[in-house]
């Protein structure tokens, strides 16, 4: 068996009034501190546990896991009876925190049991963003596999009916700064938003091999955005569809491996050299 891997970038904002009596972090730093202890956080009405491991020293590493109630028989010296039993059911989660290009990256096993990880992380960044006075506005996107767009586009002949993305406001930028990512920049200076909604529509059809519309999705391909849009002969494209994902061959006992072994195996579930 093995296991599934969904990718996902997290983006964290300064807030503007964050706790003064709390000395100011780095977001590396402030990424292991939030994430470093037990956390108990509501998703779909149930419980779920965020529980720390020390599978890496440079690596985030944790296990989100939630009870659940199954129908289960004894065996047959007890007579074989169906009852319902509790289970407990969990995902690994792998951050690379670091402040780099493809950084603040995250892995999510996908486990049915336990839950769609897009959605348990929306439980769990709504959780950490209700502290009110932290330093950091917590975000994220999926990762959108790479030219999965551009195909879409072309397959219409590059141009579509609307593209819309939602961006995140940058948190931080490497190399040198686009115009998408300076306006990003200013409005998120100016009003304070940490997301902004951009939807491209005509009704002569948007032109994709622009360069507005090429930047934006470079940028969203990133984990910075998410991107929806239409043809003209009516069919719809969603980058939520098209995510990133590595499959990884089962290791049961990670605290039992050998530390490179399972250094290599977090690393490689992050789709790491």
């Excluded at 419980?47 to 009870?67: F, Q």
């Excluded at 991107?227 to 061959?249: D, L, N, P």
């Amino acid at each position: 068996m093995s296991k599934l891997f969904e990718h996902f970038h997290l983006s964290m904002i300064e807030r503007e009034q964050p706790d003064l009596l709390v000395a100011a972090m780095a977001r590396e730093q402030w990424l292991r501190s939030r994430l470093g202890d037990r956390l108990e956080f509501r998703h779909m009405g149930k419980t779920l546990y965020w529980i720390p491991k020390n599978w890496s020293e440079e690596l985030i590493t944790a296990i989100i896991e939630k009870k659940r109630s199954k129908s289960q028989h004894f065996g047959p010296d007890e007579g074989g009876e169906e009852f319902i039993g509790e289970e407990w059911q969990g995902s690994i989660v792998i951050v690379d925190p670091l402040h780099h290009p493809g950084g603040q990256k995250l892995a999510f096993e996908f486990d049915e049991a336990v839950g769609q990880p897009a959605a348990i992380l929306a439980s769990l960044v709504s959780h950490l963003n209700s502290v009110a006075a932290s330093q950091y506005a917590l975000h994220y996107k999926p990762l959108i596999r790479e030219g999965s767009f551009s195909r879409f586009a072309e397959k219409h002949g590059g141009v579509l009916e609307y593209v819309a993305f939602r961006f995140t406001v940058p948190n931080m930028i490497f190399g040198a700064e686009t115009k998408t990512q300076t306006g990003l920049k200013r409005i998120g200076r100016e009003t304070g938003a940490q997301e902004v909604e951009v939807k491209l529509e005509s009704d002569d059809g948007v032109r994709t091999e622009s360069g507005a519309v090429q930047e934006a999705v470079d940028y969203a391909e990133e984990g910075n955005a998410r991107i929806t849009a239409k043809s003209r002969t009516g069919e719809y494209w969603s980058s939520t569809k098209q995510k990133v994902s590595v499959r990884m061959h089962r290791v049961i006992d990670l605290a039992n491996e050998a530390k490179g072994s399972v250094e290599e195996w977090l690393r490689q579930a992050l789709d790491r050299d």
